[in-house]
């Protein structure tokens, strides 16, 4: 070899050389550390699996596994069914229909979405009740002879928690439709179907994927949920796993149960990940609203109107009329102190969240090998997970590693270490949670920075802190704020995670909103409730403009 | 076979066709030329009967399809439309896209039909395909053979070949103009390539901004535009300053030039008058010369641009085997039959 050869390569400055590789295994640490601890408690419901239960499957198996499993399955089925006609229905008028107040209900029918389902239960049950005006004026005009029509716990709700989430179909299909809906008639009509026959053959097949992903997300908050059901006395797993707990203090049932959940999960999951990725149709033709006939316009608004007024203007305005009512008897230091509570605990979990899911993005996208991307997947699943199941996953282990420093490290000291009771189980449950609607505007808002910035950056001397305070925390900004923002609502709203894991003394807006419900103080649960749909609304609204 | 009675339509405020009248023969193929956002589309969309008009009337065979008081539903109409992204459904293979036209006949006669139109457009071998394993052009194909297998009294093409290259279009509209001829099918299609129109329609018309500036034949319209717009939008050309001298000739910079004038004007009226390419002929022992200022190789010929002496720059469309390089003056002669000239001020046109 000559010289010649060998200097250009010695005079190649390091620079050049893949500078993102350097700090591979720090960034991948932090991949590791987080995606283990927030699949933490699907670990720990996979290893109960190999514990000695003694009898408790087959006590699980007689009593309470049939009832949950019928039930859990019946409420699925409902859910899916009923917010896949609403969320269809709705999308499809507001997307192709020229009628009266079609763009106000473009963003008012998201509206439902602020309500929790344990809010939304109430204010219906109240109206529902025996003492309530339905029954009230039923038996005015029909005297007792006639029973009142009453939908049971089953009925209650199903119908409850398909008011809350048809949005998701809604916001989802409406997408579907409005690139292809008005062109996939026009074509059905150019080969001689009438539009109806169009929307059947055409539209709705081709938005099927889209149906099936926004029937899939409702699925999972319902399998999700345990404030409604539990309001309204319908055993499915989540209150399954909340009674073995408190009632039978048995958290080896509790963990055998979340694990049957969490394979119901998995399988909406699948199901969504599936038709997620599916052939898409879109036309860049303009495509106008279809104009309809006055008669069907105003049926179409009446249908709309119909959905909003059960959905939200009712129960809200409800909530609204009794908290202003109760409100001088009801409010006192009590409620600052819950309020306080409440900011609290969703002010450090948004905090805590939000540098995670920045930590985490960051690292990934420092050290993108298909390992780390897998591991970010897995850290992000937890949103999928229902509260109960995480609040179990993360109790049990926090609370042997308790035992474990009690019987070794303090052993000879008449200190006690109960991590269990203090804010860390709590903190991580709401983190495995949340971490991915943190995760996702931040990731998204990473991906607009490009290398080419960084490099720019290095280019000009400017590197460490400074590149991360001048370059990226001000191109982050609104992405962090929109971040923080979903997790403390979410985390205001929270209901499973916060009753079973908060400390003595954490009583939040949500629990005491659960806990007067429970003894069925509709009334007095109004105010209580009203700060929680107020925050709800925020995160629809920025959803909605968004949209529009 | 179809005919449109000052037919005016808006979406808003903005007239999107303001009073458009036209007459298609049946078995015609007639071809709207516009440049985009001229209401091409919405004028076949109004005939299909998608959108509805606010004054004239579209009659098919004296049946009125659409008027203020009557609107006779798309599916009714017997309206075949190919849709500028064809439209295909993607749930289907091709020949279920073009059974999905047939559901009038049994289900077995339809796959048969469907095998035969696609054949009829060469993809008998790829019936059992889905859109997005066909090339652009095939696409294009499944489309038409979903629109004409219905066998519709009048075929609707929404810019067909705008997504296909130059040499596709070319072949594709000779092919559709042979099928439709076979079929003896009517068809209205909209286009901004006047080249392409030309290749296949036998009636042309141009729209501006919702105005139907001329309705006619392609050489109609190449040689006798009925204004200054008709005349820029189906050829290139140049214009040069005159003045009439007789009803046969004008003076201009280049000396007289003779022949028919489409538009008669009085004597000494100031006038652009419109030299096309082939109006100007290369012809070395003319006395009068040019300067190659460039030139296009356009395989079969050059397109020649040239600065003749008193300044005037001319088009001339030259036999490819003439190749002068740039900067060297050549002869040519005008060759006009014909003259197309448009008085200077608008107030003197009509």
């Known amino acids: 070899m000559s010289d010649i050869a060998i200097i250009p390569a010695r005079a190649l400055p390091r620079k050049h050389l893949p500078r ?45 596994l049939p009832q949950a499993l019928f039930n859990t399955l019946l409420l699925v089925a409902g859910v899916a069914t009923i917010t896949a006609v609403l969320g269809v229905s709705l999308a499809w008028f507001v997307a192709t229909c020229e009628f009266p107040g079609r763009s106000f209900f473009g963003w008012a029918l998201l509206l439902p979405m602020a309500m929790p389902g344990y809010v939304l239960g ?99 908050e319902c399998l999700a949920d345990f404030g409604t059901v539990q309001l309204f006395n319908f055993t499915t797993f989540t209150t399954a796993i909340y009674r073995s707990w408190y009632g039978l203090f048995s958290l080896q049932s509790a963990l055998q149960l979340s694990l049957v959940l969490v394979v119901l999960v998995m399988s909406a999951l699948l199901l969504e990940k599936r038709f997620r990725g599916a052939s898409r149709y879109t036309s860049n033709a303009m495509l106008n609203p279809h104009r309809l006939q006055p008669r069907r316009a105003g049926l179409i608004s009446f249908y709309c109107s119909a959905v909003l007024f059960i959905a939200f203007v009712l129960p809200a305005g409800l909530i609204l009329y009794w908290s202003v009512r109760t409100f001088s008897l009801e409010f006192d230091a009590h409620y600052w102190q819950l309020a306080a509570n409440t900011l609290m605990l969703a002010g450090m979990a948004a905090l805590l969240i939000c540098s995670a899911a920045l930590l985490l993005a960051f690292a990934v996208r420092n050290a993108p090998s298909r390992i780390n991307r897998l591991l970010s997947r897995i850290a992000t699943l937890g949103y999928a997970i229902p509260g109960t199941v995480l609040a179990i996953g993360f109790f049990v282990p926090v609370a042997a590693l308790s035992r474990w420093v009690n019987a070794t490290l303090l052993a000879d000291s008449d200190k006690v270490l109960a991590l269990q009771s203090g804010l860390s189980v709590i903190l991580l449950a709401y983190m495995a949670r949340y971490l991915a609607v943190a995760h996702g505007p931040l990731d998204s808002a990473l991906l607009r920075i490009s290398p080419n910035i960084e490099d720019a950056a290095h280019g000009m001397g400017v590197s460490g802190a400074r590149l991360l305070a001048n370059v990226h925390l001000p191109i982050l900004r609104p992405a962090i704020v929109t971040a923080a923002l979903l997790v403390f609502v979410d985390v205001m709203k929270e209901l499973p995670i916060t009753l079973m894991t908060r400390p003595f003394g954490w009583d939040t807006l949500a629990v005491r909103v659960f806990q007067l419900t429970t003894e069925g103080e509709w009334h007095r649960a109004a105010l209580p409730a009203i700060a929680i749909v107020v925050a709800g609304l925020v995160p629809v609204l920025v959803l909605s403009r968004r949209n529009n | 076979m179809l005919q449109l009675a000052e037919v005016s339509h808006r979406y808003t405020e903005q007239p999107v066709l303001n009073s458009v009248s036209l007459t298609l023969e049946a078995g015609r193929i007639g071809c709207i030329l516009g440049p985009s956002g001229c209401g091409k589309t919405t004028l076949l969309r109004c005939i299909a009967g998608f959108e509805s008009v606010i004054a004239g009337d579209i009659r098919a065979d004296d049946l009125v399809l659409s008027s203020i008081d009557q609107h006779i539903p798309p599916e009714q109409r017997h309206i075949g439309m190919v849709f500028q992204d064809y439209a295909l459904l993607p749930h289907l293979t091709a020949q279920q896209n073009v059974a999905f036209a047939l559901h009038r006949h049994p289900a077995r006669d339809a796959r048969l039909l469907a095998m035969n139109f696609l054949n009829r457009v060469g993809l008998s071998d790829l019936a059992g395909r889905f859109p997005h394993e066909l090339s652009g052009g095939q696409q294009q194909r499944v489309a038409i053979a979903r629109a004409l297998a219905p066998e519709p009294q009048l075929l609707l093409m929404d810019e067909p070949f705008s997504n296909l290259d130059v040499t596709l279009r070319q072949n594709l509209g000779q092919e559709v103009r042979q099928l439709l001829n076979q079929l003896g099918t009517t068809a209205l299609v909209a286009m901004h390539d006047h080249q392409d129109a030309f290749g296949l329609a036998d009636d042309v018309g141009v729209l501006r901004a919702g105005e139907l500036l001329q309705w006619g034949s392609a050489y109609e319209l190449y040689h006798r535009p009925a204004d200054r717009f008709v005349a820029n939008f189906v050829g290139k050309g140049v214009w040069l300053e005159g003045r009439v001298r007789s009803e046969n000739s004008v003076e201009t910079e280049l000396g007289t030039i003779v022949g028919r004038m489409i538009t008669r004007f009085p004597a000494d009226t100031r006038v652009d008058v419109l030299l096309r390419p082939d109006d100007v002929v290369h012809d070395d022992d003319s006395p009068m010369q040019a300067k190659v200022l460039s030139k296009q190789f356009k395989g079969s010929e050059f397109l020649y641009e040239l600065r003749t002496l008193s300044g005037a720059v001319l088009l001339s469309s030259v036999p490819s085997h003439h190749n002068h390089p740039v900067g060297q003056s050549i002869g040519f002669r005008l060759e006009t039959d014909h003259i197309v000239v448009f008085a200077q001020t608008p107030a003197a046109q009509d």
Do not use: N
């Not at chain 1, 009740?129 to 709700?157: C, D, V």
């Open chain 1, 122 to 220: 109430f204010a219906l049950a109240a109206i529902f009740e025996y003492t309530g005006p339905l029954q009230t004026g039923w038996r005015e005009m029909f005297g007792t002879a006639l029973a009142f029509p009453g939908l049971g716990g089953a009925g209650a709700s199903i119908l409850t928690l398909s008011l809350v989430l048809y949005p998701y179909v809604f916001l989802i299909t409406r997408q579907a439709f409005a690139t292809q809906g008005v062109r996939g008639v026009e074509v059905a009509q150019s080969c001689g179907y009438s539009p109806m026959q169009g929307f059947r053959k055409v539209s709705l097949p081709l938005a099927r994927p889209w149906i099936v992903a926004g029937v899939s997300l409702a699925i999972m």
């Open chain 1, 20 to 64: 993102r590789g350097e700090d591979h295994r720090g960034f991948g640490l932090i991949i590791w550390l987080i995606a283990l601890l927030a699949s933490a408690p699907l670990l720990v419901a996979l290893l109960s699996l190999f514990t000695d239960t003694g009898d408790i499957w087959a006590h699980l198996f007689e009593f309470v």
